[in-house]
């Protein structure tokens, strides 16, 4: 039977909203259960520990490439967390993304925006936009601040300007209305140890490991769920595992998401069955790569080298930014 275009739209946001939950999850339950007190009766409450002398909270950073599944673990981890979700009021979290230019200002004006402020005029002090978010915090009863893609706030050209900016974070974990604070972002956020060892010191470290080949056999079991939750067969055949591992960079998010198109392409065309031709069509189209150079055609698809120029262009801001650092 031929599958019509409404029923794939249907399957497809289906397997968009199915959550694998893995070693990520587990590890940022972990880091964000120790950050906040439990009642007498065993139950984690959204009251955050204090440290040093009860003075101040902690806060945990998530580092890893691109595509890695990050963003999605928190978020879950976040949403499935009672305390944090109070069935008779608002979530006691905010979440934002980092405002591009990522300054100290923008990133000001952005977490008020998120807290339902709007309005502020752009020629406004630093210092009172940052006292206006602690307020703000307070106010609606946060607990929890989480900056995605944190890696942006290391684009700025001046070092003052990030080494400010982290001290403020720190400020944000400190006093009254002191709150925990999440951040995520690539290997770039890495950098917070050479800008601030203070603020450094105040977060924990989940540092996810890329696929590996030993990861094969769970991949393929992960497709074969996504093929039947389509209403397809799976031909496992042509080291497909191994070739997806390789395209997604070892990032389980980007597997997933190339499995997704795959199988939006076996749908679309009416297929019965996902073939590793879907899966090169999918990354293909993904990639804009030529036909003999996907990985999913080529007889040496791991010898493929993947992202060199991006990796170039990486190492060469990495080094200007460490002279610019030692300048200033």
Not at 188 to 205: G, H, M
Not at 259 to 269: D, G, K
Request: charged letters at 25%; proline letters at 3%.
């Amino acid at each position: 039977m031929t599958l019509i275009f409404p029923q794939a739209a249907a399957r497809l946001t289906q397997l968009r909203n199915i959550h694998i939950s893995n070693w990520r999850d587990k590890e940022v339950r972990l880091h964000l259960d120790r950050l906040f007190k439990v009642d007498e009766n065993g139950h984690q409450t959204a009251e955050p520990i204090r440290f040093t002398a009860n003075m101040e909270t902690r806060g945990i950073a998530l580092i890893e490439g691109a595509g890695g599944g990050k963003t999605t673990a928190i978020r879950h981890v976040l949403a499935s967390t009672p305390a944090l979700n109070p069935a008779d009021g608002a979530p006691r979290y905010l979440s934002i993304q980092v405002p591009s230019p990522a300054t100290l200002k923008s990133l000001g004006l952005e977490i008020l925006r998120a807290a339902g402020i709007s309005g502020i005029q752009e020629r406004a002090k630093v210092w009172q936009i940052w006292d206006a978010v602690r307020h703000r915090l307070g106010k609606k009863g946060f607990v929890l601040l989480w900056i995605d893609e944190a890696h942006d706030l290391f684009l700025s050209r001046s070092s003052r300007e990030i080494d400010d900016m982290l001290k403020m974070l720190k400020a944000l974990m400190q006093g009254e209305s002191a709150v925990v604070v999440v951040l995520s972002g690539t290997e770039r956020l890495s950098e917070i140890t050479a800008y601030d060892p203070q603020v450094n010191r105040r977060f924990t470290k989940i540092l996810p490991r890329d696929l590996d080949p030993l990861d094969g056999g769970n991949m393929l079991g992960i497709v074969g769920k996504y093929a039947a939750k389509a209403g397809l067969q799976f031909q496992p055949g042509g080291e497909i595992a191994g070739r997806l591992i390789h395209g997604s960079r070892g990032r389980f998010g980007r597997a997933v998401e190339t499995t997704i198109n795959a199988i939006e392409r076996a749908l679309a065309e009416s297929s019965g069955a996902l073939t590793r031709e879907h899966f090169a069509e999918a990354w293909g189209m993904q990639e804009g790569c030529r036909w003999e150079e996907n990985v999913f055609v080529a007889d040496s698809w791991s010898a493929i080298r993947l992202d060199q120029a991006a990796e170039e262009f990486e190492a060469d801001r990495s080094a200007r930014q460490k002279k610019q650092r030692e300048r200033s």
